[in-house]
């Protein structure tokens, strides 16, 4: 068997074929998406104990969040996965530019986001609603409300850097797509790329409702 | 390129339509939760926004990640990762929500020299009533 004429660009040394090797990434990212669920659980766990603990006061704080930018920041998220999803089946059916232009949405919608969580952290920290010490603001009642705000700032703020990280990925998936790299036979950066943005989807999907809605 | 390896790979492409359709689905779940969100209905509140995050989970999960037609080991990795979430968040409500159940529950501040106590009590009106002090579980 001639195995330099058989041999796939893509395919690295250790790997029988394309199938295998892409299978394999899946497996390796999706174990990461559940250390990035347990990560994200801790915080989780934290808002249910002091929510529990502070059930007045949580609904008291939860008043303070701008309703409408987090509403239209849960649009612009859930637009993103889409034409991510949107990115990888231009892919499959090796169509590159398009492909280009749904990263292109992709990012500039997580772009978005970021400038809306800035407006609302900016006005934040103008008022003094911050965590734990740093916490000034006089307007809500209950006791340890900078308890909220400390939750608040590590809940989202991991979840920002998250998407920071993605726009780093997506703007990366640009480039190679633009240097040709992808193909309908290897494609797999995207693939984890969009497992990795629906993940930070998924984890605001909950941050929503439990901060700005419910309280 | 051979035609032998091509061949194997049998790409799973959804329609277009259906991505839309999803993107729409989760769309209308938002405003859902949203408009639900006015009203006040105590517990059901929570129950109501988490059903409604938990449907749009399950589609991004099962479409946009394409769990539905993946082999079923990512599923089983992802599953596995709520179950375990469960469990860590199921168990420390049982301990912080039923601990008085077993022993008197005595409220004192766990570091009463911490520094958020101090600044609270000269800042924060609201929380001159013994800030420090996290209170029981209600009764």
């Not at chain 1, 199938?19 to 990035?36: I, V």
């Not at chain 1, 911050?130 to 703020?157: A, C, R, V």
């Not at chain 2, 992802?78 to 979430?85: A, D, H, N, R, T």
Request: aromatic share 16%; glycine share 6%.
């Amino acid at each position: 068997m001639n195995h330099a004429a058989e041999h796939p660009t893509h395919l690295a040394h250790h790997f029988a074929d394309m199938e295998q090797q892409k299978e394999s990434a899946k497996l390796g990212m999706w174990f990461f998406l559940l250390t990035e669920v347990l990560t994200f659980g801790g915080l989780f766990c934290a808002y249910a104990v002091y929510r529990a603990w502070y059930p007045e006061m949580f609904s008291n704080a939860h008043r303070e969040l701008n309703v409408m930018m987090g509403t239209i920041n849960t649009v612009v998220l859930i637009t993103s996965s889409l034409t991510m999803a949107l990115a990888i089946r231009s892919m499959q059916i090796d169509r590159k530019n398009q492909t280009m232009w749904y990263l292109f949405f992709t990012f500039l919608l997580a772009g978005t986001f970021m400038v809306i969580k800035y407006f609302e952290y900016t006005h934040k920290i103008h008022v003094g609603q911050l965590p734990g010490k740093f916490y000034s603001f006089e307007g809500i009642e209950g006791s340890n409300p900078h308890i909220f705000f400390s939750i608040y700032f590590m809940m989202t703020g991991l979840h920002g850097i998250h998407v920071l990280g993605g726009m780093c990925l997506i703007a990366w998936l640009m480039y190679k797509t633009r240097k040709n790299t992808f193909s309908p036979e290897y494609y797999t950066p995207i693939e984890m790329t969009g497992l990795f943005w629906h993940l930070v989807d998924l984890i605001w999907i909950f941050l929503f409702p439990l901060f700005y809605l419910i309280g | 390129m051979s035609t032998e390896t091509s061949s194997k790979h049998q790409l799973h492409v959804l329609p277009v339509s259906t991505y839309l359709g999803v993107g729409a689905a989760l769309l209308v779940l938002t405003g859902i939760t949203v408009w639900v969100a006015q009203f006040h209905f105590g517990e059901w509140n929570l129950i109501v926004a988490m059903a409604v995050a938990v449907t749009k989970a399950i589609l991004v999960a099962l479409i946009f990640m394409h769990l539905l037609w993946d082999n079923k080991v990512y599923m089983v990795i992802f599953l596995s990762s709520i179950l375990f979430l469960g469990i860590f968040i199921v168990l420390t409500m049982f301990d912080t929500l039923r601990r008085d159940d077993i022993y008197d529950y005595v409220d004192k501040p766990i570091n009463p020299n911490a520094i958020i106590y101090q600044i609270d009590s000269t800042k924060t009106p609201a929380a001159s009533d013994s800030t420090a002090v996290p209170p029981g579980p209600a009764h």
